[in-house]
T-cell receptor, first 108, second 114 residues
Framework: GQSLEQPSEVTAVEGAIVQINCTYQ??????LSWYQQHDGGAPTFLSY????GLEETGRFSSFLSRSDSYGYLLLQELQMKDSASYFC?????????FGPGTRLSVLP | DVKVTQSSRYLVKRTGEKVFLECVQD?????MFWYRQDPGLGLRLIYF???????EKGDIPEGYSVSREKKERFSLILESASTNQTSMYLC?????????????FGPGTRLTVL
């Protein structure tokens, strides 16, 4: 089968750094994406990794290791507005599979 | 900006009714998707389409069908709604061949089946 695993909840304080991990098991693999979803809102794209290594976009970075079927999203200098759910997603060739989501709570 | 719109934000239907959920995107994207989102389960792919009149089953197609008669419009059909289809339905689109795989989501339709 196809499955993605991520922690269900993460809590951190403003200004801190947090890492959200994602492990996947899929029949095919083109790339790993990350999406952010605020309560009541639609998911919005954050980043995409097709190759191993780190991709940096402002305060957010995403890492992929295809040999370990593992990736993570790194959020730096946390702000209150970063409180949201974060989903990893795998494009498996003939399908897209999303993880169950990680709810990030940023405390003052 | 890419805009994906869905016909309703909230919908209440009765068991056995036929339900149509409409999705329209304005960026000439080839790919369109229908997901349902349930707490603790993330987004699950119901159907997707890579071109007009083309459709592919996702992970949970049972009880659903789709229609793509025009490139900008992708419809999800519940032939006979059941209570276990109460959920948030999200439509998305993406550009074929894009190297970032970005999907643009609509605001969602929260469907309640009584």
């Amino acid at each position: 089968g196809q499955s993605l695993e991520q922690p269900s909840e993460v809590t951190a304080v403003e200004g801190a750094i947090v890492q959200i991990n994602c492990t996947y098991q899929t029949s095919g693999f083109y790339g790993l994406s990350w999406y952010q979803q605020h309560d009541g809102g639609a998911p919005t794209f954050l980043s995409y990794n097709a190759l191993d290594g780190l991709e940096e976009t402002g305060r957010f970075s995403s890492f992929l290791s295809r040999s370990d079927s593992y990736g993570y999203l790194l959020l730096q200098e946390l702000q209150m507005k970063d409180s949201a759910s974060y989903f990893c997603a795998v494009h498996g060739g003939q399908n897209f599979v999303f993880g169950p989501g990680t709810r990030l709570s940023v405390l003052p | 900006d890419v805009k994906v719109t869905q016909s309703s934000r909230y919908l209440v239907k009765r068991t056995g009714e036929k339900v149509f959920l409409e999705c329209v995107q304005d960026m000439d994207h080839e790919n369109m998707f229908w997901y349902r989102q349930d707490p603790g389960l993330g987004l699950r792919l119901i159907y997707f389409s890579y071109d007009v009149k083309m459709k592919e089953k996702g992970d949970i197609p049972e009880g659903y069908s789709v229609s793509r008669e025009k490139k900008e419009r992708f419809s999800l059909i519940l032939e006979s709604a059941s209570t276990n289809q109460t959920s948030m339905y999200l439509c998305a689109s993406s550009l074929e061949g894009a190297n970032t795989d970005t999907q643009y989501f609509g605001p969602g339709t929260r469907l309640t089946v009584l």
